[in-house]
């Protein structure tokens, strides 16, 4: 099993046999795609503060390597799903920059026309399935996902991530115990960045090695550095090719760390400022970058263009949403049914509106 260091180190770098395994080409998107991940967040909570983005907005910044190793290692046709913190998984899943920061300010042009806000991202044509904004609500349908796929022979594999903070709902227990029943190939991942919504692990876990609980289903367990994007496609590769060939679940607990609070409310006073930055000497982003420069695989002045490209494109991204249109009101019953519902304001949803006020 891959477990994180335990100290960091003065220039860390990507494990050297997992480096070898993924190789330049590989390495080289995912240092991008983190890289985009993180300037994107970065805008997102510029905007937020800016009053542009309302309602929740939970930011993926220090878990990037999780997502892109991840999905770095399923095929196309797979099946990606996940809760709410779900704005890394939709850039690199079929949603743009332009559709995600779209929805984030709830416009028209949304990936989810401007109706689910960061919470509920989606690009089903890409297999990205959300964005879930109910704890551990969302990992039943990700083991349904694989009954469907084994049930009509399809040869998919479905990945669903989640936090530490849904391991203790009811769902996440009933829905790896069917999968290793009925032999279902889904990739169970927990994000463990500690903290959940603000409590620490330890105090809300009778258990800390989250992998372990992979035995009570008796499907296969295993943890792994999630700031090693290397590492993580290394441990979720191994995991989806048993769920492709072998038809098996897998339990995966990647430890990581998320930078910034829970949410964009949260001010995060439960951990020091000592803690978080001996976290950031271990960024996800540093390990990828330093690995390629140390071995020759990429320049300085290439991850500087790349971060300059990242730059350009969430502030592009953040201009498409300001100038997008808001959705229209007659629209309203659109996307909710197949068969979309006639529905005009009347006096029950619009009660003080002298236009639907009984007189």
């Not at 936090?163 to 709902?169: C, I, P, R, T, V």
């Not at 769902?171 to 032999?183: G, H, P, R, T, V």
């Not at 903290?195 to 009778?206: C, I, K, P, Q, V």
């Not at 910034?260 to 000592?274: E, I, L, N, V």
Request: with cysteine; charged share 25%.
């Amino acid at each position: 099993m891959s477990k994180p260091e335990d100290a960091a180190t003065e220039r860390p770098l990507c494990d050297p046999k997992a480096t070898e395994q993924v190789g330049k080409k590989r390495l080289r998107k995912f240092a991008q795609q983190m890289r985009s991940i993180r300037r994107f967040e970065e805008r997102a909570a510029r905007e937020y503060a800016s009053g542009r983005i309302s309602g929740f907005c939970h930011l993926y910044i220090g878990q990037e390597a999780v997502a892109v190793g991840a999905v770095g290692a399923t095929e196309e046709k797979d099946h990606i799903i996940t809760a709410y913190r779900d704005h890394g998984h939709a850039l690199i899943r079929g949603v743009t920059p332009r559709g995600a920061m779209a929805e984030l300010m709830g416009k028209v042009t949304g990936c989810a026309r401007g109706r689910g806000g960061s919470m509920h991202m989606f690009a089903v044509e890409q297999g990205f399935h959300g964005g879930h904004g109910i704890v551990g609500a969302h990992i039943p349908l990700a083991a349904g996902f694989g009954f469907a796929s084994k049930y009509e022979q399809r040869g998919e594999v479905t990945v669903c991530f989640f936090g530490e903070g849904a391991l203790n709902q009811g769902a996440f227990y009933e829905s790896l115990n069917l999968a290793s029943l009925w032999d279902l190939p889904v990739v169970f991942i927990c994000e463990n960045n500690r903290y959940a919504m603000g409590t620490a692990l330890e105090r809300a876990s009778a258990v800390s090695d989250l992998y372990t609980k992979a035995d009570a289903f008796g499907m296969a367990g295993d943890v792994v550095n999630g700031n090693d994007v290397t590492l993580t496609w290394e441990c979720v590769k191994k995991a989806v090719d048993r769920a492709r060939n072998e038809s098996r679940p897998t339990f995966i607990e990647a430890r990581c760390y998320r930078y910034r609070g829970h949410s964009m409310s949260d001010p995060a006073k439960y951990r020091t400022r000592d803690e978080v930055n001996e976290q950031k000497a271990l960024d996800p982003l540093l390990l990828a970058e330093n690995t390629l420069v140390d071995r020759g695989w990429a320049t300085e002045d290439e991850i500087t263009a790349w971060d300059k490209e990242a730059k350009a494109a969430a502030a592009d991204a953040s201009d498409f949403a300001i100038e997008s249109p808001e959705p229209d009101l007659k629209d309203i019953g659109e996307y909710v049914y197949a068969n979309p519902q006639q529905w005009a304001p009347d006096r029950y949803t619009f009660p003080h509106d002298p236009k639907t006020r009984e007189h």
